[in-house]
């Protein structure tokens, strides 16, 4: 299994509302990464998880409230969002070993909309 | 921290031509090269990537090649087809401190039937 699974595929709520986005993989990864992107534009980088701990966060809003409750699992809580966080947020899994660079694996993504 | 600059940023060709996509970097301690594809509606999916130890590699239609010296490296896809019609990214990292990878700005590659 080399897929990285993230649900809900769309979303679309209110700014007072509270959601999750859920991010899955089964090939054993150490690292996962949340990633914002907006149209026409290179991913974001918003957090990294390294063996299951925070270990770059990139100064996101504390609006956004990334989770990891086991190696394969990654969750991004969203509170109290603005229309402007409206994007295609991407869930990357890699094996978590850096030296000599890391091949992400993506997801398809979650694409948000906030009203 | 590492820079990436890609070009060009639209690229139209008609199937069967080449196309050639370039980066530069910043960063000489960067060591890593990858290449993403992203399609409407998908995540970016990794096609091909090079270490700073090689000059070149080839993957059926697909090549990347580097210069250490100039810093900087390209995509070149042969006989192209309107499924290689994507946007198409490239990063650069390093190993140790800074092993995320820095992305280019992306090309948009319009292959016409």
């Known amino acids: 299994d080399t897929e990285v699974t993230q649900t809900p595929k769309h979303l679309v709520m209110g700014m007072t509302n509270k959601k999750s986005l859920k991010c899955e993989q089964h090939?054993?990864?150490?690292?996962m990464y949340w990633y914002k992107q907006k149209a026409k534009k290179p991913p974001e980088l918003m957090f990294v998880?390294?063996?299951?701990?925070?270990?770059i966060n990139e100064s996101v809003p504390s609006r956004f409230s990334p989770e990891c409750p086991n190696s394969s699992l990654l969750n991004l809580h969203l509170h109290a969002l603005q229309p402007e966080d409206s994007a295609l947020y991407l869930c990357?899994?890699?094996?978590?070993?850096?030296?000599?660079?890391?091949?992400?694996?993506f997801g398809s993504g979650t694409q948000l909309s906030v009203l | 921290g590492e820079n990436v600059e890609q070009h060009p940023s639209t690229l139209s060709v008609q199937e069967g031509d080449s196309a050639v996509i370039k980066c530069t970097y910043s960063?000489?301690?960067?060591?890593?090269f990858p290449w993403y594809k992203q399609e409407l509606g998908k995540g970016p999916q990794l096609i091909i990537d090079?270490?700073?130890?090689?000059g070149e590699k080839k993957d059926q239609r697909i090549a990347v090649t580097l210069n250490k010296t100039a810093k900087h490296f390209s995509l070149h896809i042969t006989e192209t087809q309107p499924e290689d019609s994507a946007v198409y990214f490239c990063?650069?990292?390093?190993?140790?401190?800074?092993?995320?990878?820095?992305f280019g700005r992306g090309t948009s590659l319009i292959v016409h039937p």
């Open positions: 090079i270490r700073s130890n090689v």
């Open positions: 960063d000489s301690a960067s060591n890593y």
């Open positions: 998880y390294s063996y299951e701990k925070l270990s």
């Open positions: 990357a899994s890699s094996l978590g070993n850096p030296q000599g660079g890391e091949k992400l694996f």
């Open positions: 990063a650069a990292s390093n190993g140790g401190g800074s092993y995320i990878p820095t």
């Open positions: 090939m054993g990864h150490r690292a």
